[in-house]
């Protein structure tokens, strides 16, 4: 038997049997060589391969290949085959969404997705009728429609060269007698007499290099 069993069976260590086995010219046991007995056998696929292993002395390749030249099953719940109706839905929304519809792990409905040639779901990408939409509307409203940020929208329009919705409110440019208030007095003071908003008075201040009183 291999030195491990005989280790555990006697209550030593394993480099002691293996010691006193090579002092006496004993070679090591060949695993392979060894047939498979039916109590061996019966103990296939009633746990992990690995777990088979430790109890057998084999490695854990070794049992698979018994395993599965013998036709038995995986430990564990039995593969549940894939439906048609759940391969209509791969590709239409990212993996990690169709976890918990589909009750499958990442690894499986990504290795189907694969296997059927379906291209992966890719919702960041801008389709032609999502560009159509920018710059029709505020970017407010096309990032709602769109369920994107007003800063993504804002940015893929800017890279469209779009410019924005023609209805939106602009602020009025900045005079010279609103820029001599700016820095001798509280922004908060100044946003009141000029009736522009307290970060436009702060940042207008700071592009100019003003500091605040």
């Known amino acids: 038997m291999p030195d491990e069993e005989i280790a555990r069976k006697f209550g030593l260590a394993v480099g002691t049997v293996s010691q006193r086995r090579a002092a006496l010219g ?68 990212p993996e990690k969404k169709l976890v918990r519809r589909l009750k499958r792990s990442y690894e499986a409905i990504a290795a189907r997705r694969q296997k059927l040639n379906i291209p992966p779901c890719r919702p960041n990408l801008w389709r032609p009728e999502d560009d159509k939409i ?45 820029i001599q208030l700016l820095g001798k007095m509280p922004d908060a003071e100044a946003a009141k007499i000029l009736g522009r908003s307290v970060n436009s008075i702060k940042l207008k201040r700071q592009r100019l290099g003003l500091v605040s009183q």
């Not at 109590?39 to 002395?57: F, H, I, N, W």
């Open 134 to 178: 920018l710059g029709t509307r505020p970017d407010e409203q096309v990032a709602l429609l769109l369920g994107r940020t007003k800063i993504a929208v804002r940015a893929r329009r800017s890279e469209l060269g779009k410019v924005t919705w023609v209805g939106e409110r602009r602020p009025p440019r900045w005079t010279e007698k609103e």
């Open 26 to 93: 004993i070679p090591k046991p060949d695993r392979k060589l060894i047939p498979w007995t039916s109590q061996e056998d019966a103990l296939l696929g009633t746990m992990p391969d690995p777990s088979v292993s430790k109890r057998v002395g084999r490695s854990p390749l070794a049992v698979q290949a018994r395993r599965q030249q013998l036709g038995i099953s995986k430990f564990g719940p039995p593969i549940r085959p894939w439906t048609p109706q759940e391969d209509d839905l791969l590709g239409t929304a």
